[in-house]
């Protein structure tokens, strides 16, 4: 039986608002020139990765929602493709390890995104610097906006999230 709780339709309404809300918070940190594109960047939209915490809708939400922030920020066909696949990989790598540990929920977002973004970075755009390099600043980013703000974004949401998330868990 079907409760309005974890209805499909619920899931996917989730969905849509998680997308539309990384859409949002991207566009608006973008007009800060460089804060959340650039090989030193903070994407606080990636905070929204802890939501994988809550419910597996985050997953689809996150990934149209990265996949939408840059078709509309005009990036390069590989930034759309590759920094989908960073933030698809890291929210369902969050979901798979949100009953070890909340803690653990933002490490896949930060190291996909470490990983693939700075290829990125060096053969899509011909940003000047070493690999290594735009790891480390992409990962620092990546550690401020899924740690720093995703977790407290978590501590807000906790202690809401029957009433908000249904019962996904």
């Known amino acids: 039986m079907t409760t309005?709780?974890?209805h499909p339709a619920r899931g996917i309404?989730?969905?849509g608002i998680f997308a539309a809300l990384y859409v949002v918070l991207t566009l608006l940190i973008s007009l800060i020139p460089g804060f959340a594109t650039s090989a030193i960047q903070v994407r606080v939209s990636e905070a929204l990765c802890i939501l994988t915490f809550f419910t597996p809708w985050a997953?689809?939400?996150l990934t149209i929602g990265c996949f939408l922030s840059n078709l509309l920020l005009g990036c390069v066909w590989q930034d759309i493709l590759f920094g989908?696949?960073?933030t698809l990989l890291g929210a369902v790598g969050g979901w798979l390890l949100?009953?070890?540990s909340v803690w653990l929920?933002?490490?896949p977002t930060v190291f996909a995104n470490a990983i693939i973004v700075p290829f990125v970075l060096k053969y899509a755009y011909g940003a000047e610097g070493a690999i290594p390099f735009f790891?480390?600043?992409v990962g620092v980013g990546e550690l401020i906006a899924a740690f720093g703000l995703g977790m407290t974004l978590y501590f807000a949401l906790k202690p809401h999230e029957k009433r908000l998330f249904g019962r996904f868990q």
């Open 105 to 107: 929920v933002p490490l």
């Open 13 to 15: 309404a989730l969905a």
């Open 135 to 137: 790891m480390l600043t």
């Open 98 to 100: 949100r009953k070890v």
């Open 4 to 6: 309005r709780q974890n």
């Open 59 to 61: 997953i689809p939400g």
């Open 84 to 86: 989908t696949v960073a």
